[in-house]
Nanobody, 123 residues
Framework: QVPLVESGGGLVQAGGSLRLSCTAS????????MSWFRQGPGKEREGISW???????IYADIVKGRFTISRDNAKNTLYLQMNNLRPEDTDMYYC?????????????????WGQGTQVTVSS
């Protein structure tokens, strides 16, 4: 069983919005910090946002003020509201759970990953 499943990606024009969802199963979701990463072809997977079990959050500078991370523990679901999208936001977006020590924005910190959802922003 895949522990994390992302959805909500798609094609949007620059300036538009999308909301990504990540539904967890088989994990202790409510007690786990969560994060969103993104990765383009030939690029490193980079952390863009983190949320604690109590909903404190951190953002990478490249998305600060445009993206909002949130969680609904009753639904075992993580969200990423993305506003004012830019062509450079075009990437595959992944959610991650169960940190295993280390910095939140580093890929190897996280034990569980979803399969990703593609976001494409046209100019």
């Amino acid at each position: 069983q895949v522990p994390l499943v992302e959805s909500g990606g798609g094609l949007v024009q620059a300036g538009g919005s999308l909301r990504l969802s990540c539904t967890a199963s088989g994990l202790n979701f409510r007690d786990s910090p969560m994060s969103w990463f993104r990765q383009g072809p030939g690029k490193e997977r980079e952390g863009i946002s983190w949320i604690s079990s109590s909903s404190s959050s951190i953002y990478a500078d490249i998305v600060k003020g445009r993206f909002t991370i949130s969680r609904d523990n009753a639904k075992n679901t993580l969200y990423l509201q993305m506003n004012n999208l830019r062509p450079e936001d075009t990437d595959m977006y992944y959610c991650a759970a169960t940190p295993d020590g280390g910095l939140w924005y580093v890929r190897t910190t996280w034990r569980n990953w979803g399969q990703g959802t593609q976001v494409t922003v046209s100019s």
